[in-house]
């Protein structure tokens, strides 16, 4: 339950209000209207890649029911809807001519949430690359960001007449991390520190595709980061170090390139990335915003000697988590310092932040016959709202809050089994029940309007 102080949330002056959903996860349809195939097809069509099987269809269905997702943003009144476009909708192998009928879709949704006076804030890159693309290399080629450069181009020529705020890529970390380096997600390589040149081709990648959507009239443009608040278990030298170690790979070497055109030292990783002359001048193209996706903070010790990387995480003590369970721990006020801290090693080279994702999975029935009570939600997104606001009375400039995820919907490799949304959706009729937290939003957000 919230304390007092959460339960007389004030929201934050000037902010604006969204919510998001991504397209891999909600859409369903993976198969219709010309869609080629995508890295998280092939993961999840290979056997135990996935908790419990499932293959994200049909899921809440959104390609076909966009409609009912736009009524349900309306209800809630927000500002902008955050979602994302499917590379293989748009361009089935990552390269040549356009599908039109993938297009299309995006057509009607941008117009639709235009027509119930919704900001559309598409996200171009959410996971989902082109298999054709992986089988050529993947992020670990170059060639990989100029492709997605030609992408966006296509994208940008269709929508960018209507279409004005957008980010570039979500969440590179994940992608390089748990898709290249452990094999948790797509595209399911094991390749530890050798994975690292993905995180140079991803955000050249976002500095390409900020100056195509500059040139076709964008007034914003940023990337969506995932951040977390790192801490040593302990004292100690090791941990300590550790931590650092782990604070660079995780939110350092994604925030330095964009935000200063450079790149930490990784000397003691024995790493180099394959940088070229003049690719930090497209990287750290200056954006408009700087998205920051925070649900967690992490707790690192050293790892025991002969381990293959220098950190493991351990559970944070003392508090709650979430239904991920104990690594995904609840401590709002650490979003507050994760704030802090960026505002003040950046300076004036931040610009304002938008938090692009922030939320939290908890045990849900897969059935309802009415809206669920869901509290320890409310709970946490007070919390975290509110740590928020104590960041902007530290003069810390945030101007949107994005609330993951309207929709439950498909977890990636965790499928069905956890829910994040303010709707509950029944995974295989696709219906839709707003949860308490849904209402919740929606009154907050009225407040904040008064």
């Known amino acids: 339950m919230a304390d007092a102080r959460e339960r007389t949330l004030v929201p934050p002056a000037g902010m604006r209000w969204s919510a998001a959903t991504a397209a891999f996860q909600v859409e369903g349809s993976r198969h219709a209207d010309g869609r080629g195939r995508s890295i998280w097809d092939d993961f999840v069509d290979t056997p135990g890649r996935v908790k419990d099987g499932s293959t994200a269809e049909p899921g809440p269905a959104s390609y076909e029911r966009y409609a009912d997702d736009i009524a349900l943003l309306r209800g809630l009144g927000v500002d902008r809807y955050r979602f994302s476009i499917s590379w293989v909708r748009v361009q089935p192998t990552g390269s040549g001519a356009a599908e039109r009928a993938g297009l299309a879709y995006y057509d009607r949704l941008v117009d639709g949430l235009l027509d119930a006076g919704i900001v559309p804030f598409p996200t171009l890159y959410h996971w989902e690359l082109p298999s054709a693309l992986e089988t050529a290399g993947g992020w670990l080629a170059r060639d990989t960001a100029e492709r997605f450069a030609e992408y966006t181009e296509i994208v940008a020529d269709a929508l960018g007449d209507r279409v004005k705020n957008w980010y570039t890529i979500n969440e ?152 991920f369970g104990e690594l995904w721990p609840i401590e709002p006020a650490t979003l507050t310092m994760f704030l802090a801290d960026a505002a003040r090693r950046y300076g004036d080279r931040l610009p304002p932040i938008i938090i692009g994702e922030n939320g939290a999975s908890f045990p849900e029935p897969d059935v309802v016959a009415g809206p669920i009570d869901d509290d320890r939600r409310i709970a946490y997104l007070e919390g975290h709202i509110g740590a928020v606001a104590d960041a902007m009375a530290q003069g810390v400039r945030v101007d949107e809050y994005t609330v993951w995820s309207l929709l439950d919907n498909f977890e990636w490799a965790d499928g069905f089994t956890q829910r994040f949304g303010l709707v509950h959706v029944n995974q295989q009729t696709s219906h839709r029940t707003p949860k308490a937290s849904y209402d919740w939003y929606r009154a907050l957000i009225a407040k904040a309007r008064r």
């Open 172 to 323: 590179p970390v994940s992608t390089a991390l748990q898709g290249y380096a452990i094999g948790e997600l797509a595209p399911g390589r094991q390749l530890l520190f050798d994975s690292l040149p993905t995180v140079h081709h991803q955000l050249l990648a976002h500095g390409r595709a900020v100056a195509v959507l500059r040139a076709h009239g964008a007034d914003t443009v940023g990337i969506a980061n995932n951040h977390t608040w790192v801490r040593p278990a302990t004292d100690s030298d090791a941990d300590q170090t550790a931590a650092h170690v782990y604070d660079v790979i995780h939110n350092r070497l994604f925030a330095d390139p964009v935000l200063t055109g450079n790149y930490p030292d990784l000397s003691s990783l024995g790493v180099e990335l394959p940088v070229q002359d003049g690719d930090m001048d497209i990287i750290s193209l200056a954006s408009d915003f700087y998205g920051v996706n925070f649900y967690n903070p992490t707790t690192i010790a050293a790892a025991p000697d002969g381990a293959p990387v220098p950190f493991i995480q351990v559970p944070t003590p003392g508090v709650e988590h979430t239904g």
